[in-house]
């Protein structure tokens, strides 16, 4: 069974920053891209960045490049998301999903809270 | 980037009902269009995915269709866990789009 679980999440002071994890488990995590996607509150979907199977390739929304950064290790099968400079828009519940090569987002992980305040 | 204009916003429907919801890209996007329901407190749930594509497990009263940058999500007869919010994503991009959802509530 597919497994997705975020973690990292909390209340964060507008200009810190904070690293989301998710941890993978009943897939080969190595072969497959994996995504974050936010939800600010009562707001839809918002697709936040992309990084392929292997790390080599990262795709950012215009509103997060520069501020945060996707990563992964394979070998501990989990994804990250360093979000630094927050700003009070990127508050949200961020999910991580897996993103196979045919069909995208497929798996979600029941999300983790980010709020950015004072 | 490419932009998906999803309607309605709300849909008021019965039990039993058939009811269609769209999304139109502002270019054509391939037929690389998905559709997820979220249920409130849940994460969203991929129903089908390349416009026709049903996902394991998902009943055969959700289908979907379209072509080029138009789309649509039908549910041929509503049952009472059908009621939920509905999205569209594009991914012909990697710079994934989501239309802004439809909200499925009870007549």
């Known amino acids: 069974e597919v497994q997705l679980v975020e973690s990292g999440g909390g209340l964060v002071q507008p200009g810190r920053s904070m690293k989301l994890s998710c941890a993978a488990s009943?897939?080969?995590?190595?072969?497959?891209?994996m995504a974050w996607v936010r939800q600010a509150p009562t707001k839809g979907l918002e697709w936040v960045a992309t990084?392929?199977?292997?790390?080599?390739?990262?795709y950012y929304r215009d509103s997060v490049k520069g501020r945060f950064t996707i990563s992964r290790d394979n070998a501990k099968t989990t994804l990250y998301l360093q979000m630094n400079s927050l700003r009070s828009e990127d508050t949200a519940t961020y999910y991580c999903?897996?993103?196979?090569?045919?069909?995208?987002?497929?798996?979600w992980g029941q999300g983790v809270m980010v709020t950015v305040s004072s | 980037d490419i932009q998906m204009t999803q309607s309605p916003s709300f849909l008021s429907a019965s039990v039993g009902d058939r009811v269609t919801i769209n999304c139109k890209a502002s270019?054509?996007?391939?037929?690389?269009l998905n559709w997820y329901q979220q249920k409130l407190g849940e994460a969203p749930k991929r129903l089908i995915y390349?416009?026709?594509n049903l996902r394991t497990g998902i009943p055969s009263r959700f289908s979907g269709s379209g072509s080029g940058t138009d789309y649509t999500l039908t549910i041929s007869s509503l049952q009472p866990e059908d009621f939920a919010t509905y999205f569209c994503?594009?991914?012909?991009?990697?710079?994934?789009?989501f239309g802004a959802g439809t909200k499925l509530e009870l007549k």
């Open positions: 390349n416009t026709n």
């Open positions: 990084i392929s199977y292997d790390g080599s390739s990262t």
């Open positions: 994503l594009q991914h012909n991009s990697f710079l994934n789009t």
């Open positions: 999903t897996r993103d196979p090569p045919v069909g995208a987002l497929d798996y």
């Open positions: 009943g897939f080969t995590f190595s072969n497959y891209g």
């Open positions: 270019q054509n996007i391939n037929k690389y």
